[in-house]
């Protein structure tokens, strides 16, 4: 005799409830990160970065970053690695552009200039 699973009201309603959850928001960047994307208007493919230290970003948006919001406390440094030298730019602290061309150079992202020049 098949006897089936049998979930208790209060059960059933808690998983409904978890179920329910809203799902966090894709592309928006949490406390303290920097987030990027592929199209402008913060549209697109994303990454986010969080301080401390050097990342480089994910090949599908190197050099090919069309903007970025940051909701970081501290500035960071987008980073451009030149043939000789690399380049920087400067990325405030809860800065935003929804069109930044400076993103068609983006290689990596960092806490300090790391020796680069402005760029």
Not at 24 to 30: C, E, L, T, Y
Not at 36 to 54: E, R
């Amino acid at each position: 005799m098949f006897r089936g699973f049998a979930m208790p009201a209060a059960a059933l309603a808690a998983t409904a409830l978890l179920g329910a959850a809203p799902a966090p928001a894709i592309g928006v960047p949490s406390a303290g990160d920097v987030c990027f994307w592929t199209a402008a208007g913060q549209h697109g493919s994303s990454w986010c970065y969080t301080p401390p230290g050097y990342t480089d970003v994910p090949e599908f948006l190197h050099d090919k970053a069309a903007s970025f919001r940051s909701n970081a406390d501290t500035a960071v440094y987008a980073i451009d690695w030149g043939r000789d030298t690399c380049y920087y730019r400067l990325i405030r602290a809860h800065d935003l552009a929804d069109n930044w061309p400076w993103g068609a150079r983006l290689d990596g992202v960092s806490d300090t200039t790391m020796g680069c020049e402005v760029g």
